[in-house]
């Protein structure tokens, strides 16, 4: 249902009554619904991986991977809240064009929560058929949900950023210097600009498309966010996926974290059965492909995501 539907003189009504209602009982930020729906992100996690199977750093599909996200936010475009953030990290193969993409939903409360998630594959893995269906696809598509949600309803409380960064997987082999190319460059680039002392909370998305959820307490992620994550699981009745294990990971919170930003990884690290011969799951192998995530574990997360907003401005 759209305000359209109504004549202007019920809409005047429609506001005059929710005036009267805010009076009343205090803007209830609570009442904002989650309907975002898995299934729509898994769709949307097909359509990308058909775009852009393998995206990594210098290849055609990372392009079109760009192009995907971009075809997606064509409103914010044309109003000025997409922002492309070009940068040229030197790497273990040189020194290589990246960007990160900033989508922006303002709010009406003075502050802003950063959802971010990394949109390319492995360059490492360019020569085997890997597309990264958990691992980097199916969040970026959980953020495309978001967007679209959060362009129907503008936030209540605090500005959305969406950011979909780049370079997040080591070029050569993970170490501090290479790897977490594009929120190192954002987080230092907010750094100075004085954007990071407005940032409320950052929400990291990574990997909790797999059908098996357990989304791992992050030990590093700021505490307040661990128990906010735990209540917003008891809200959405997803306990149960939550929390399980707990162990501390290395991923695109941490530039942010560092830099006193509060901050969480929102991540399932226990993907697939343990093998011999693929000690680490599906993690990081061609395994990784779309029917290893569902549309229920998508809608788990999504849940999630939108509580965990709803509960950050409740601060
Ligand atoms: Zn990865």
Redesign the pocket.
């Known amino acids: 249902m759209s305000i359209s539907a109504f004549s202007r003189t019920a809409s005047l009504h429609l506001a005059l009554a929710a005036a009267t209602l805010f009076w009343a009982a205090p803007a209830p930020l609570t009442a904002q619904q989650p309907t975002l729906s898995g299934q729509h992100i898994l769709q949307l996690t097909q359509q990308y991986l058909a775009a852009a199977p393998k995206r990594f750093i210098t290849s055609p599909g990372h392009d079109a991977a760009e192009n995907f996200i971009k075809a997606h936010f064509q409103p914010e475009m044309a109003h000025g809240q997409f922002v492309t953030d070009a940068f040229y990290p030197t790497t273990p193969i040189g020194q290589i064009p990246m960007r990160n993409y900033i989508v922006k939903y303002p709010g009406k409360k003075d502050g802003v929560i950063v959802i971010a998630s990394h949109y390319e594959t492995?360059y490492p893995l360019k020569d085997i058929p890997f597309v990264?269906a958990n691992?980097?696809a199916c969040t970026t598509a959980l953020l495309i949900a978001m967007g679209e949600y959060f362009r129907a309803h503008p936030p209540e409380g605090y500005s959305v950023w969406l950011v979909f960064d780049d370079g997040?997987?080591a070029v050569h082999e993970w170490s501090a210097t290479d790897s977490l190319y594009g929120t190192r460059h954002l987080a230092a680039k907010w750094s100075g600009d004085g954007t990071l002392g407005h940032i409320k909370a950052f929400l990291l998305a990574d990997?909790i498309g797999d059908r098996d959820l357990d989304i791992l307490e992050e030990s590093q992620s700021t505490p307040w966010l661990r128990d906010d994550l735990r209540k917003a699981a008891a809200e959405t009745h997803h306990s149960a996926n939550v929390f399980q294990t707990k162990a501390a990971e290395e991923d695109d919170h941490l530039p942010f974290l560092q830099r006193g930003v509060p901050s969480i990884d929102i991540i399932d690290v226990d993907y697939g059965p343990h093998t011999t011969k693929m000690p680490d799951g599906y993690?990081?192998t061609a395994q990784d492909t779309i029917d290893k995530i569902s549309a229920r574990s998508l809608q788990t997360s999504a849940d999630l995501f939108m509580a965990m907003i709803r509960l950050v401005n409740q601060r």
């Open positions: 492995n990264g691992d980097g997040e997987e990997m993690h990081h």
